[in-house]
């Protein structure tokens, strides 16, 4: 497969530094400038949980330093 862009909306799997995965739609990447450094931030959704009350919906928001990779995912 060959490299591309992630766009709004693609399934993605996060694979972070301590071999964990997480799945989620990509919603993008997000870069904050300080006064000598610049981070850069993956935000992600995460699939509806079903709890006793209701449905719970999260947004992920995770400095990419501890991300080993971000792929395309299609099952």
């Known amino acids: 497969m060959e490299n591309r862009n992630l ?3 693609d399934a993605i ?3 972070y530094d301590d071999n964990t995965f997480d799945l989620g739609i990509f ?3 997000v870069f904050v400038e300080y006064v000598e450094d610049m981070k ?3 935000m992600y959704e995460r699939s509806p ?3 006793d009350s209701g449905m ?3 947004i992920r928001f ?3 330093n501890g991300v080993k990779e ?3 995912y299609n099952p």
Do not use: A
């Open 7 to 9: 766009i709004k909306g």
């Open 13 to 15: 799997v996060v694979e």
């Open 27 to 29: 919603v993008k990447f």
């Open 40 to 42: 850069c931030f993956l």
């Open 49 to 51: 949980i079903r709890t």
């Open 56 to 58: 719970k919906e999260e």
């Open 62 to 64: 995770v400095e990419i």
């Open 70 to 72: 971000v792929r395309y």
